[in-house]
Every structure is written in C-alpha cells, then in structure tokens.
C-alpha cells in the first residue's frame, strides 16, 4: 500500500510539473501578416477625346513655306496653321505602377511634327506661351533646315525619354501636345500636296515600374 | 470474504483511483495545451499565461514605390502623419492580414518590422514562424502566386537604453532562414528562431526584426504540360495572404 502511494505520488508530481513545466516554457501569439493582390497593367490612351490604337490620320493638315512662315515669320500665322490635338496616355485604378515608352514614326517626308509635354495629371505645364515661340527657341543657333529639322527630332526624343522616366501611378496620366504642319518644300511631289497623305504611327510599350522598357 | 479476496477488491480500486487519476490529469494536460494555443487568437496584443510574457507590435513599411526599405530602424523612422511615405506605419492589432495598397507587380519589395518587448524580464528565446499561407486565383498550384515570393530577414538589433544596436542576426546564436515559399499551403516556414530575449548586459530589452517578402521577376510559373513561362504573366489577378505569424517564447 505504501509502495502504491509513492508510486502514485511520485507520478501526481511528474504530471503537475509538466503541466506547469509546459504553460511556463512556452509563450505564443499568432497574428495575421499580409495580403498582396496583382492585376494586369491597363492603358488608356485617347487622342483628343477619342481612344486611339495605332495610327492618326492627319486631316485639314496646313501646309507652310519653311522659310516664309517660320524663319522669317513674314505672316504671322504659324500657330494658326499648326494641326494639334492632345494625346493622353494613363493608367487604370486598378493597374499596378507601370512605365510606358512611346515611339513616333511618320512614313512620309513632309510632316513636321513637334511634341509639347503638356501636362500631368491635369497640370498644364507650360514650355512657352506660342508654338513659334518654343519652335524658335528649338532651332536657335543651327544654321541649315537640315540642322533645325534634326533639332525639332531632338527635342521631341527628348519629349520622349522624359515620358520613359515616369513611374505612373493608379489613374496617375500625362498628356503631350502634338502640333503638325505639312512641309510644302519636302514633298517628294510638291505640287500635288492637296492630295498628300501623311501617317503618323505611334507605339507604346508598358511594364511594370521593375521592368526593363524597350530602348 | 476471505483476507485474500478482500486485499484482491483493494488492490483493483487502488488501481482504478490511480488510473482514473492519471487520465484526469493528462485530459488537464492536453486541454491546458490546446487553450494555450486557441487563447492566442485573440485581440489583445498581451497574454499573460505565465511567467513568460511577451508583446510585440507590427510595421509595415512604406514606399509609394514599393522598393522596400533601406533604413532599417524604427528609431524616428516611425510615420506620424497618414499618407507619409519612406518610414514604418505602425498596425496596431494586427487580427486580419494587412492588406497592401495597390496591385502588386514583380520586382516589388515589401518591408515589415516587429518589435517585441519583454515583460517581467525573462530569459527565454525567441522564434517567430509564418503559417496559414493561401493564393488565390491560381490555374494549377504551380503557379500560385506564393511561389514568386521569396522572405528574408534584413536585420535584427536591440534597442538599449534608446540605442538601437547593429544588425546582430548573425551572432548570438541566432538562426534565420529565408527562401521562396512552395506551393503547399500546410507548410509551416520557420523564420527566426534562438534570438534571446535578453541583451549581453542581462538587462530586459526591446527586440527588432526587420524582414522583407521579394516578388521575384524571374519567377516565370509553368503550362499545364511543365513548360516553363518565359514572364511573369501568369500571377496576375491573384491574391496571395499570409495568414498567421506565430510568435514564441520559450526557456
């Protein structure tokens, strides 16, 4: 009987110390982390208040003499002959952050183009107060057309690297202006530029703000 | 009733009291384990079991463009005002999963902290494992969104008297593991373990574990037929949720 009793001790024992043994090693708390979602990258893309694919097709465009309405600006007019429109490029609510880069690519000679940063997400930036004033601060100090034309080139990749650099937030959007006028002197048929077309294709690549855009 | 019949009808109650007994006492044992642990879900930041005793609050760092965190400190590195950006949002009681902003995108970095202040002054150690892991959204598991991310733990320090240590997560005996998560959402990930609770001066303390989850853009998923992807288009419009952060201490 005594031999029970201390076996039965000895196991009441064991088994509170382990009880407490078990309450006093171990502490734990379980919380919740984190969820992430993912949704595909979603471009808007509108020029003037219409979406736009692929291509412009460029009406009632004006043609200009060069040397006439630009450099010696004898007319005064050049602003008034410029076709514009705004080109907005943005992103939907639900896209991650993304990156775009823009291509130009006209398949005509004859279309002078230029591409104004024109705002960001509804704030007018403004590059001069005239499309003459900021075309004429582009080709100050080059001397032949050709020299002018590549700066205008210049300055709209410029334009264009400027819009790879942005990291667009969820419905984050810029706008660039396009002004375009027909080049009279450059036409391979000069006197048949009433029936002149000119395509101004455009392409836009995007990834996400981590990925590698397109050079 | 003989004497021998009679200590035979002492013997078996003896050893039916024992039994009953012994049974009793490990229903207690088991029972105090499994509310030990379902206490825990609850919504108070402390739960004081025992003599070990533990509070720990959770940070999520903030970059608006997601590329996690580069100062690692919560020392004035805490955000005060909402919105702000590049510094630690404190989430108090953190019960369901925060949610981050946004749509996520390979090549992302997300940044946590906790920081875990020890009560009564013990001088167990300290583990933290993550759990309860769900993708949503998925074609086949092997390409549940879980599987682009991979953990990792950045630093882990002491605050001493208002002066927070160096990263000392390789010393001390200190075990950490990082990797990308499987598929399999029963697994449990070990993620630190062995960090005393106590500094070199033996002085009660606060511990901070700075952690980040990658998405990895190189992490491509695969056709139903184990051919590779060449992008990571097959996690978009998906959810992933890590559920459950276990916190232990124990001597």
């Known amino acids: 009987m005594k031999h029970l009793t201390v076996v039965m001790l000895t196991i009441l024992i064991i088994t509170v110390a382990s009880t407490a043994t078990y ?9 919740s982390l984190s969820t992430v979602e ?5 471009i808007i893309l509108h020029a003037d208040e219409d979406q736009v694919f692929d291509q412009i097709q460029l009406e009632n465009l004006a043609f200009i003499d060069y040397e006439k309405d630009l450099i010696q600006n004898e007319t005064n007019t050049f602003d008034t002959m410029a076709s514009t429109w705004i080109l907005t490029l943005g992103t939907s609510e639900e896209s991650p952050l993304t990156k775009s880069h823009l291509a130009f690519e006209q398949n005509e000679p004859g279309l002078i183009y230029l591409l104004i940063y024109y705002s960001w997400n509804g704030e007018i930036v403004l590059q001069a107060d005239t499309l003459f004033d900021l075309i004429t601060t582009i080709i100050d100090g080059y001397e032949t057309k050709e020299e002018q034309l590549n700066a205008i080139s210049a300055y709209n990749q410029s334009v264009l690297d400027l819009i790879d650099l942005i990291v667009f937030f969820p419905t984050d959007y810029v706008q660039i202006k396009v002004a375009a006028w027909g080049d009279y002197d450059s036409l391979t048929e000069p006197s048949n530029y009433l029936n002149a077309t000119f395509n101004l294709s455009f392409t836009v690549e995007s990834v996400n703000s981590k990925g590698e855009l397109p050079s | ?3 021998k019949h009679l200590k035979k009808t002492r013997k078996l109650v003896i050893s039916s009291i024992f039994y009953v007994l012994f049974v009793t006492l490990m229903t207690t044992t088991v029972t105090y384990a499994w509310f030990t642990i379902t206490n825990t879900n609850d919504a108070h930041l402390v739960s004081n079991i025992s003599e070990i005793e533990a509070e720990y609050e959770f940070f999520a760092y903030q970059n608006i ?12 590195n805490i955000c005060l005002v909402e919105g702000e950006d590049l510094c630690y949002l404190t989430i108090p009681n953190p019960t369901t999963p925060f949610l981050i902003d946004g749509s996520a995108a390979p090549g992302e970095r997300y940044s946590f902290a906790i920081r875990i202040t020890s009560v009564n002054n013990p001088i167990g150690s300290l583990k933290l494992d993550f759990g309860g892991l769900v993708s949503e959204g998925y074609n086949i598991i092997e390409n ?16 001493n008297y208002g002066v927070e240590t160096e990263d000392l997560k390789d010393s001390l005996g200190i075990v950490y593991h990082q990797g990308f ?12 373990s062995n960090i005393p609770m ?3 001066e033996n002085v009660s303390t606060l511990i901070m574990i700075y952690f980040n989850f990658y998405f990895d853009p190189n992490i491509y998923g695969q056709e139903s037929d184990g051919t590779p992807y060449t992008n990571s288009n097959i996690f978009m419009n998906q959810i992933f949720t890590i559920n459950d952060l276990y916190m232990s201490v124990s001597n």
Request: no cysteine.
């Open chain 1, 23 to 31: 309450a006093w090693l171990t502490y734990v708390q379980i919380k």
């Open chain 1, 38 to 42: 993912t949704h595909e990258i979603s």
């Open chain 2, 1 to 3: 009733m003989d004497n």
């Open chain 2, 65 to 76: 463009n997601r590329d996690g965190s580069d100062e690692l400190t919560l020392t004035d």
């Open chain 2, 144 to 159: 549940k969104l879980q599987t682009a991310f991979y953990y990792q733990v950045d630093k882990i320090s002491y605050l």
């Open chain 2, 181 to 192: 998560f499987t598929y399999d959402n029963d697994i449990f990930y070990p993620f630190v």
């Open chain 2, 198 to 200: 106590q500094n070199e």
